[in-house]
């Protein structure tokens, strides 16, 4: 029986992805070798990390103003690489405060410039996305966690910010259509809608670096990988190939136009389960709800145990609520199903009806 | 027919780990969901997590004094990192230079402190191992790299220092017995003799930490880390499983001690073959002659075409010298057979018979 992993990452990737990786653990392009015994200089793997690149250029209808990389070392690696990369001593960003990943933000940009916190939602327990209308002209760049995966809020649009502008959008990129041109640096783990674990997607405005002071470590420095096209060492080959994989699909279906097709129709469903409901509510309200992250909570916890049974005995997995949220959330990523969401669907209706 | 690849890195594994890392992106642990889509801090994968660190830690008899810890971005990131975490502004290190990775190490301690070269081999190009014999007690601590894949050097005994020993140690760790408690911090990038590409080794002694002055990026900190399990942000997961495989398999043929003995059986062969032919020779000699990395010449370089043709019709591949010495290199890790390394011997010898 098929499993609905609803887990808020490391998430689901296309069946088609997992059975080309695997085949490609024994015998990476008919080779006879193994992906994890390609050389990183090989003209094969050459080829992965070109079209891995142009992948993610063609799908977000990126410029040449900018430069992909894949790093490592996750969007945890980015909150300080961003800073060293482009903020200068004295200097000072605008941070906005959505919750838990935008805290981390802060506190790394901290180490590099003069943090100030322009905006933040954690009056109502981060349930909402502050809006972003003040004149940020005097600040370096503003930064914002486009989708916020534990409290499960999301920028229906991206605001019109008068500076430079960097998001973290780990688990959002790729679920939607995106105006890059609004953005100087882009940076996302790829565990949720690009990859498995271990390689970070960074988007990066060119005129932007070689502007500060400080000595950068060369493995710090975004411009050592733009100069090495993301190989100045050995990269993460197999999360890389991974990656280039699930890309392909994502052409083959849409691109993230159909992505978003299937993104909006999936988390409609969900949250209009939970809002018929009599039992179950959604926190986040109208906009400001995440299509990546639905979160939703029972008036009565006593109801908990038996609900996660429920859904249990329906093959969904991982609908537990983040520790410092608590009732429920479904990570219903690109790779979902919409079958898969009509299965939570269905076990949110039928425990509703049979227990409201 | 069997391709026998000696590309120095990333690297071939045991066969067996390719066929298990394999089934685990169809199907991991039975769960019926690929090791890709698995949760970080599931049970299963918390299991692979522990049983990692346990492995290193038993065959390489460390004891508590140390932490092991599977981290990203390379041996090119443990360069700065080590310095930052270890080095005061003010202190001087001690560095061996013995070659292109030496050099690069040095580069980047640079930024933390003051560095002093007290030992080079570049007068003879790197093709020998200096000797460190010196009073090294007013340094911070002392660099080597044990293994220099490029020149096919390698420190046949740990040398005694008397101050903190810091070893790069990507392309040799786990290849022989190893006395830890003579370092202080032990790196290694995993795509040699561990795993593939996407995961760094560390091993760490717990007192050294804590007590540099500098503010350091909570990711950069090893007591991030330590603290957290190496699960501090998501890690590595396919990387950090494939490695945990190759440690099984490394363990279930005799540990380091076993592989010693098979690495010192297939470098004796190999350089034996190349000393009694007429046409190549190893410029490194004697006991600075790397086990893993064997490096040879040929005395006329109008063969090399004719040579790379021999071995290539053998499948043999991958033994294209480094571009800054040229000439030939076979890299033989751990998992590679013994029957490989024959075909090698083989292919140089009856070429010799051929052309010589």
Same mark, same amino acid.
């Given at each position: 029986m098929n499993?609905?992993n609803?887990y808020?990452?490391?998430a689901i990737?296309?069946?088609?992805?997992f059975?080309?990786a695997?085949?490609a653990?024994?015998?990476?392009?008919g080779l006879g070798?193994?992906? %994890?015994?390609?050389?990183?200089r090989?003209?094969?793997?050459?080829?992965?990390?070109e079209?891995?690149?142009s992948?993610?250029k063609e799908?977000?209808n990126?410029?040449?103003d900018y430069? #992909?990389?894949?790093?490592?070392?996750?969007a945890?690696s980015?909150f +300080?690489?961003t800073c060293?990369?482009?903020l200068n001593n004295?200097d000072?960003a605008?941070y906005?405060?959505? *919750?838990?990943w935008?805290?981390?933000?802060?506190?790394e940009?901290k180490?590099f410039g003069?943090?100030e916190? #322009?905006?933040?939602?954690e009056?109502?327990?981060f349930t909402?996305i502050?809006? %972003? !209308?003040? !004149? +940020?002209?005097? +600040?370096?760049?503003?930064h914002i966690?486009?989708?916020?995966?534990?409290?499960?809020?999301?920028?229906?649009e991206i605001?019109n910010?008068?500076?430079?502008l960097v998001?973290d959008?780990?688990s959002d990129i790729?679920s939607?259509?995106?105006?890059?041109?609004?953005?100087?640096?882009? +940076?996302?783990?790829?565990?949720?809608n690009?990859g498995?674990?271990g390689?970070t997607?960074?988007?990066?405005?060119?005129?932007?670096?070689?502007?500060v002071?400080?000595e950068?470590?060369?493995?710090?420095?975004?411009?050592?990988?733009i100069?090495?096209?993301?190989?100045f060492?050995?990269?993460p080959v197999?999360?890389?190939?991974?990656s280039?994989?699930?890309l392909?699909?994502?052409?083959?279906?849409? *691109? #993230?136009e159909g992505a978003?097709?299937?993104?909006?129709?999936?988390a409609?469903?969900?949250?209009?389960?939970? !809002?018929?409901s009599?039992?179950?509510?959604?926190?986040?309200l109208?906009?400001?709800r995440?299509k990546?992250?639905v979160?939703f909570k029972?008036?009565d916890?006593?109801h908990?145990e038996?609900?996660l049974?429920?859904?249990?005995?329906?093959?969904?997995i991982?609908?537990t609520?983040h520790?410092?949220?608590g009732?429920f959330?479904a990570?219903?990523y690109?790779?979902m199903e919409?079958?898969s969401?009509?299965? %939570?669907?269905?076990?949110?209706k039928?425990? !509703?009806?049979?227990?409201?």
């Amino acid at each position: 029986m098929n499993t609905h992993n609803f887990y808020a990452g490391p998430a689901i990737l296309p069946k088609q992805v997992f059975k080309k990786a695997a085949d490609a653990v024994l015998n990476f392009n008919g080779l006879g070798l193994s992906i %994890l015994e390609i050389s990183h200089r090989s003209k094969d793997f050459k080829e992965v990390m070109e079209k891995s690149h142009s992948l993610v250029k063609e799908l977000l209808n990126i410029n040449d103003d900018y430069e #992909v990389l894949f790093l490592t070392g996750g969007a945890s690696s980015q909150f +300080y690489m961003t800073c060293m990369n482009i903020l200068n001593n004295g200097d000072t960003a605008a941070y906005v405060n959505t *919750g838990t990943w935008s805290k981390k933000a802060i506190a790394e940009a901290k180490h590099f410039g003069n943090i100030e916190v #322009v905006a933040s939602s954690e009056d109502k327990g981060f349930t909402y996305i502050p809006k %972003l !209308d003040q !004149d +940020y002209s005097k +600040y370096k760049f503003a930064h914002i966690t486009t989708n916020n995966t534990i409290f499960g809020t999301q920028y229906a649009e991206i605001p019109n910010i008068n500076t430079q502008l960097v998001a973290d959008m780990s688990s959002d990129i790729f679920s939607r259509r995106l105006d890059v041109n609004k953005f100087d640096v882009i +940076y996302a783990g790829a565990q949720k809608n690009l990859g498995p674990a271990g390689v970070t997607l960074v988007i990066v405005k060119k005129d932007i670096l070689g502007k500060v002071e400080r000595e950068i470590p060369t493995m710090l420095d975004y411009q050592t990988h733009i100069s090495k096209g993301s190989a100045f060492n050995t990269p993460p080959v197999f999360p890389i190939y991974t990656s280039m994989l699930s890309l392909e699909w994502l052409k083959e279906n849409g *691109g #993230v136009e159909g992505a978003e097709k299937r993104n909006n129709e999936k988390a409609e469903l969900l949250y209009n389960t939970i !809002d018929n409901s009599s039992l179950f509510f959604a926190p986040v309200l109208g906009d400001d709800r995440s299509k990546m992250n639905v979160v939703f909570k029972l008036h009565d916890d006593s109801h908990t145990e038996a609900f996660l049974a429920s859904a249990n005995a329906n093959n969904c997995i991982g609908i537990t609520g983040h520790r410092s949220v608590g009732g429920f959330r479904a990570s219903i990523y690109n790779a979902m199903e919409l079958d898969s969401v009509k299965v %939570l669907a269905e076990t949110i209706k039928s425990f !509703d009806a049979n227990q409201g």
